[in-house]
């Protein structure tokens, strides 16, 4: 058996630059994921890489289907239905956004380059 396996890094230990919320989806040192607590700028905390998890998207007239992949808008710091550049793959819809809280269940994808690094 290999000896140089660590764990299995559904969670790490991040130190976020900015405050964080637990359950919250966030962009924290490169990982795309949820915080389990709640953290001040500097503080380590840990973070969620996968699971199914309630999050909100602001639908804005379009509600995506079961299945849409929905990608994390870097410019704006949120979960956006459409890729712009640099956009990362985060999470795909596993219930229905309702139409006007945009809540539903997202499943977190694996991390990956951003929309525009996996084009070329």
Request: net charge neutral.
């Amino acid at each position: 058996m290999a000896k140089n396996f660590k764990y299995s890094g559904r969670r790490l230990t991040l130190a976020p630059a900015a405050a964080v919320a637990a359950g919250v989806l966030c962009r924290v040192t490169g990982f795309t994921g949820i915080p389990l607590n709640n953290r001040v700028p500097g503080e380590s905390v840990s973070f969620a890489l996968e699971g199914v998890w309630g999050m909100t998207v602001a639908v804005q007239g379009v509600v995506p289907a079961i299945g849409t992949i929905l990608y994390w808008d870097v410019a704006n710091a949120t979960l956006s239905i459409g890729a712009g550049a640099n956009d990362y793959p985060a999470v795909k819809a596993v219930t229905t956004p309702d139409g006007t809280t945009g809540a539903f269940s997202g499943l977190l994808l694996p991390q990956g380059e951003p929309f525009t690094a996996e084009q070329s």
